[in-house]
């Protein structure tokens, strides 16, 4: 599997009014084509940042350092006419559909717009473009959909127009940002069975970005897991249940309720996540970690082979396979 | 269980929000709490300071330019114009504070009476409000004056209450904001009464706002009963007034010495740029140091 | 913990509740019992009325039928005196989902229980303090988050905060609608931890609003399934789990990611029920 997007050692600061604030610290990470990469983390851990820099939507005064490659092309040397094709082809589908549409406009405009203007297709031909891609993510009679406006849609069916018009301009790489945290659990598996369909039948790519843990495990071939901006781990989705290679990825499996058992006691994780601008210096873990030493707090993490995966921990290899034990002191 | 680790953004935040509002007010807003001030001090202590009496007058000093100790010359009745301006602030600054504070007194509970019962209550007070909406100030002002007199005291009510719908209806679409969030859903449930909720929850948390339409309010309350008073329905010629200024300069101003009008007209806009201003900066910068 | 029900009479009794906006039947016919120191789930998904159950508990909205008894005392009317209302938020509770409009932006943690506690009691001012004080080693915060403004806090310290003020009047019933859902995943733990140990130590009963079906599990005996409305399925949260009956249900369970999961779509999801309820009929 050849890496169609290549990201090395991303570095992101935002400019904010108290200064330049780090959210993204020395992120890399690699997705092949047709492969489905999970990107999990809790709030404030730099998930979404990752994918508004490989979409090159970060905000205004963000400075960037490392690369991000993808086919071949350095996407954040880009601009123009280059950044637009770049757009096209790594499609974006946010949290909230209705804070990224226009109420005012019906569904055709707002899925032909790009179309009409930026590939000057004719409006015939873009609206059936459109039918075509609603029927793909399994809306029916899309003819009637395109007529309605935003607000006589429901958030599962908006969410799938969003999935359906990132699909028009034929994107190879589709960033899902928690694209179906707020949607009901029978309807955000109607979503994820259809962007699974679209992986398999189109070949698509996918950076798939939510806090949900066992969901990610579900979908995705693999998983990083981030942390205070970064990544602290990154193997096979289906081992990270079973077999974490860092103890923030084993502290958050064993943090969830299961839905077929009663825990006696949550293992929960003392304190509270943080960001990278306030994240302590050493092992950014480390605070809140139950095996962490001295050591870990005073010598910075690199991320290192094992097992087949990567893990930024210097304890990983003396931990390994007694995460889930367990084991916390 | 409680968290170890300690909140550094938390902590520097606590203190800087006070720091931030002085700081970013900017010269514009130290001129204009300078301005404020002497025009509250020149509303207090005005007629007391006055160096003249205002309303002496002595005919062969008419439209005589400064001089010695009449800073601002002398007016088209040989008035010395600096008594004039020190003893008219008491009403002009007074006059348009009190019909402010009547106006937002009276929309702020018209707000949120009706964002907190709703309904039919909601309803009626609302068109009620809307007919209001219809009547210009200066309108009922000089129907007021018709039925009980041209007074500063029915001209401040007539515009105070025909300001109230203004207030009201921007203050009842953040009163239903705030009665909708779960904070007062949750001291209902605790069993809190209608009362306190509305005065100390709801009330403080829009009182940024209350403040700025206020603000906004005494400026045009300020225009308005000068123009009222221009039209001799307000404050009663000889009382010195700026309003009443403006309209007695206007003799002299066509003479070509415009001194008293410009004087009173330059009082006039600086107090209501430099309370707008404020107004508007103290708005904008509360609702960032809560939420 | 409580002096006026026995431990087998229940703290929350609901009988034929429903309620209708408009045209709409928001709830129809729910009933349920609950007994002290139990905790019960009523799940569903957006829609369900599961949200609109909770507000007519704690008397936010008023039942179109039906009676909501809580500590032998009927509350399906509104409260017309003011020492009623109190009375009823001694009995019952609750704690909101959104950590960020819960709280008075103005007021710290430890102000708002002190006004919740002069609102209802006539204590002294040090019984206040330390009752303060009590409160917050409960949900687990320190001195510097109790007495820190809303916006100082994180959302899990908020909702702490929330949970604070819920337990000041000492409730029987505290309603929990979709409280830990807008938290991380380690915070949640936390708050679920602090929530099971109150029930431990005073015996409390829940009331979980939860479209989460993992930490229903966790901290419920009991659960109620609703769909549009209509109680789907009622019983014993670990059976409803394991072994859902409604085909809703079944639904519902299978749409929860795990291990081997697939998700299916509308149409395989349709053909799968329908096969399912033909051979259950034959």
Known sequence: MSSLLEVRDLTVQLKMDAGPREVITGTSLDIGEGEAMGLVGESGSGKSMTAKAIARLLPDGATVTGSVTFDGTDVLALSGDALLKHRAQVAVVFQDPRAHINPVRR????????LRILDDVPKAEAVRKAAAALDEVGIDDPG???????????????????IATALLSEPRLLLADECTTALDVT????????LDDLRRDRGLSMLFITHDLELAGAVCDRTCVMYAGQIVETSAASRLHEDPLHPYSAALVQARPDISSTAERLVAIPGRPVSAFEAPSGCRFAPRCPHSLDSCRSTDQVLTDLDGGVVRCGRATDLRGNLLDGAHV | MSTEILDPVAEAEESAPSRRRLSRIGVIGWVSIAIIALAL???????????????LSDLSFANVGPFGSHLLGFDGQGRDVLSRIMEGARTTVLGAGFVALIAVAIGTTLAIATAWFGGKFDAS????????????GILLAVVAAAVFGPSLLSAGLALAIAYSPYVARVLRGAALKERAMTYIAALEVQGFGAWRLCVRHLLPNISSLIVAQGTILFGFAMVDLAAISFLGLGVQSPQADWGVMVSEGKTSLLQGYPIV??????????????????????????????? | MSEHTSATEPVLSVRGLRKVFGTQVAVDDMNFDLLPGRSLAIVGESGSGKTTVARMIVGLEKPTAGTIV?????RSKPARRGAERKLRGREVQIVFQDPYSSLDPRQSGADLIDEVLRVHHDHHASDRKRIVGELAEIVGLDQRQINAMPKALSGGQRQRV?????LATDPHVLILDESVAALDVSIQAQVLNVLADIRDERGISYVLISHDLAVVRQLTEEAIVMQRGIVVEQGVTADILDDPQHAYTQMLRASVPGPGWKPQRMRERKAAADAAAEAAAS
Request: one cysteine or more.
């Open chain 1, 107 to 114: 569904i055709s405009d707002f899925m032909t717009e790009s």
């Open chain 1, 144 to 162: 009637k959909r395109l007529k309605q406006f935003p607000h006589e849609l429901s958030g599962g069916m908006l969410q799938r127009v969003m």
């Open chain 1, 187 to 194: 309807t955000q598996a109607e979503v994820m069975a259809i």
């Open chain 2, 41 to 55: 001090l020149l509303a207090i202590f005005g007629p007391i300071l006055r160096p003249f009496d205002p309303n």
């Open chain 2, 125 to 136: 007070v609302s068109a009620g409000l809307d007919v209001l909406f219809a009547f210009p």
């Open chain 2, 261 to 291: 009008s410009l004087t009173a007209v330059l009082c006039i806009v600086a107090v209501v740029a430099a309370v707008s201003f404020l107004g508007e900066r103290l708005d904008a910068s509360s609702k960032d140091v809560l939420r």
């Open chain 3, 70 to 74: 809580a500590c032998g005392r009927d």
């Open chain 3, 162 to 166: 929330a949970i604070a003020r819920a």
